[in-house]
């Protein structure tokens, strides 16, 4: 199984800021990587796919970079809503798996 | 509207049967493999299994965790997808949903629509 690695847990930042999470996986997925935002108590929602294209309705804060083993999620600029727990997901081979989360918090 | 409805959530005991339903709209149902996922109480995304469309005749593949005791089934007809749960463990305990596989240039599989979940308790 192909294991992905997301840092960090947990991170808390002002509106306005920039913000990076990283994934990492145990093997090369190319480009298979999707990114999904969950708020609490709601079902994920795709963000990204294909590591680095937006999804239709996205904001345009929001961009995926990367291939192989490592790739990031940026929002550019923080904004309240966005507060919530972001999973990457690699869809290069079954069984598909997520990172552990990043959780968003804003200070 | 395009939505996935999940329901069929109960508080179940151990080794006990459940069937978990997910109802389509909006879309036609046929043309998409379906996944479904699971999340623990206060844990991440865990993939369940998955079967695809009718151009692939249905096919399903499962995570090990629950390989032999659960089944995916699809009836096109209703446009509904099934999660049957055999031999329930605590472990199972979660919230399950239920999300449409959609494609980009052939080979990039992705969730682009999920339903609201429905949670399966197993406890004494």
């Known amino acids: 199984d192909i294991q992905m690695t997301q840092s960090p847990p947990s991170l808390s930042t002002s509106v306005g800021d920039r913000v990076t999470i990283t994934c990492r996986a145990s093997q090369s997925i190319r480009t298979y990587l999707n990114w999904y935002q969950q708020k609490p108590g709601k079902a994920p929602d795709l963000l990204i796919y294909g590591a680095s294209n937006l999804q239709s309705g996205v904001p345009s804060r929001f961009s995926g970079s990367g291939s192989g083993t490592d790739f990031t999620l940026t929002i550019s600029s923080l904004q309240p809503e966005d507060s919530a727990t972001y999973y990457c997901?690699?869809?290069?081979?079954?069984?598909?798996?997520f990172g552990g989360g990043t959780k968003v918090e804003i200070k | 509207e395009v939505q996935l409805v999940e329901s069929g959530g109960d508080l179940i005991q151990p080794g006990r049967s459940l069937r978990l339903s997910c109802t389509a709209s909006?879309?036609?149902?046929?043309?998409?493999?379906l996944n479904w996922f699971r999340q623990a109480p206060g844990k991440g995304l865990e993939w369940v299994g998955v079967i695809r469309g009718k151009a692939y005749g249905g096919a399903t593949e499962y995570a090990a965790s629950v390989k032999g005791r659960f089944t995916i089934s699809r009836d096109d007809s209703k446009s509904i997808a099934y999660l049957q749960m055999n031999s329930l463990k605590t472990e199972d305990t979660a919230v399950y949903y239920c999300a449409r596989r959609n494609v980009w240039n052939y080979f990039y599989y992705y969730m682009d629509i999920w339903g609201k979940g429905t949670t399966v308790t197993v406890s004494s």
């Open positions: 909006g879309f036609t149902f046929g043309d998409y493999a």
């Open positions: 997901q690699q869809s290069s081979s079954k069984p598909l798996t």
